[in-house]
């Protein structure tokens, strides 16, 4: 090995160390980088819910009464979807006249009072609707009208319309109610009639118990208190104030 001349420096070989020491630097770092298990979070999207509906062919029902209490938990009930079974429930609550017809525009303002009272009561309105909150679901008689109505043209079109004002398509027109009731003279006659039956809903008694008159029913004026809007059929309430499904 020759030796280091008197006008040599040591500036070459650090030099050349330097240059090593960052290649080996930045070699390290390329590794660590790739050996280190990024997590990436992908942008959130809120799901989008469909505007299209397809009415499937609903179950055929037996036209004979219920043989129990309460047919909420019925199996052929519960194989409609959850727009049909509001549907249903519409048409069952609104009176009917000789021939079966009925009031189509009172039919779809209780649409639209049940999906308010189901989104009052954070419930599905499969849950909802089928719970005996609704009257014809206590009704065994009531069960035997399914078979008559679902189905039908009027059905199919009332389904639609709870699709609509579910999905917000359609803006609620009941003005916030979320329960419904026949008109208080109707109401009075039938707590006359059954009074253990008909008697909660106003200032009346059963057995000595005071009804909790949740309608607000006031024998002077003869009306609700919790009154919102008016068809041929019922009087639209709101007991716990005004609320439209969003």
Same mark, same amino acid.
Request: charged fraction near 25%; proline fraction near 4%; charge should be positive.
């Given at each position: +090995? ?9 500036? =070459? ?27 990436? &979070? ?42 049909? +079974?509001?549907?249903? +429930? ?13 009031? +189509? ?17 954070? &419930? ?47 803006? =609620? ?5 979320? &329960? ?62 005004? &609320?439209?499904?969003?």
């Amino acid at each position: +090995m020759s030796k280091s001349q008197p006008w040599e420096t040591s500036n =070459d070989r650090e030099g050349a160390l330097s240059f090593f020491v960052v290649v080996a630097l930045i070699v390290g770092l390329i590794i660590a980088v790739r050996s280190c298990d990024f997590e990436t &979070h992908p942008t959130e999207t809120k799901p989008k819910i469909s505007k299209i509906y397809f009415y499937k062919t609903p179950p055929k029902f037996s036209g004979k009464r219920y043989a129990g209490k309460n047919w909420g938990r019925d199996k052929t009930w519960r194989s409609l979807d959850q727009y049909q +079974m509001v549907a249903a +429930m519409a048409i069952l609550e609104t009176k009917k006249n000789k021939d079966g017809s009925f009031c +189509m525009r009172c039919s779809e303002n209780i649409v639209h009072a049940i999906i308010n009272r189901a989104s009052l009561d954070d &419930h599905s309105l499969t849950r909802s609707v089928s719970n005996k909150i609704y009257q014809p679901v206590i009704e065994p008689y009531q069960y035997k009208m399914l078979a008559r109505y679902v189905g039908t043209k009027e059905h199919k079109k009332l389904t639609h319309v709870a699709f609509k004002r579910h999905t917000g398509q359609i803006k =609620d027109r009941t003005n916030g109610a979320t &329960h419904y009731l026949v008109h208080s003279r109707v109401m009075v006659a039938l707590n006359k009639k059954k009074p253990c039956k008909y008697w909660s809903w106003g200032p009346f008694k059963c057995n000595g118990k005071q009804g909790a008159n949740w309608t607000g029913y006031n024998p002077t004026t003869k009306r609700y208190r919790n009154q919102v809007l008016v068809d041929s059929d019922h009087a639209f309430l709101a007991p716990q104030g005004r &609320h439209s499904a969003e």
